[in-house]
Nanobody, 125 residues
């Protein structure tokens, strides 16, 4: 199983980035896909999840700014991040959870079975 996240980098406040996560080694379409982030010394924070294409949920901290999407042909999940703020600076992780996982557990790291290695996003002028 492999989840390979990419697309992080340095961006100015107000800018945009698009993160991608390529999945392999499991039946992608049978898994809900989520994005988390983590700052040094803090707990991993849930950001967004997509079950079927178009069936999405977001944390209040990113709702209206971030958009999660999945491509079940390419086995990828993406996170489009707009209107970035300095407080969005963190390491971003993609993760996979069985589709049968109840929504309440999709908001916490323990609900996920597989994790990517993380990609650094820095928002700074």
């Amino acid at each position: 199983v492999q989840l390979q996240a990419s697309g992080g980098g340095l961006v100015q406040p107000g800018g945009s980035l698009r993160l991608s996560c390529a999945a392999s080694g499991f039946t992608f379409g049978s898994y809900a896909m989520g994005w988390f982030r983590q700052e040094p010394g803090k707990e991993r924070e849930w950001l967004a999840v997509v079950r079927r294409p178009g069936n999405t949920a977001y944390s209040n901290s990113v709702k209206g700014r971030f958009t999660i999407s999945r491509d079940n042909v390419k086995n990828t999940v993406s996170l489009q991040m707009n209107s970035l703020k300095p407080e969005d600076t963190a390491v971003y992780y993609c993760a996979a959870a069985r589709m049968s996982t109840i929504m309440g557990r999709l908001w916490i790291p323990d609900g996920y079975e597989y994790w990517g290695q993380g990609t650094q996003v820095t928002v700074s002028s």
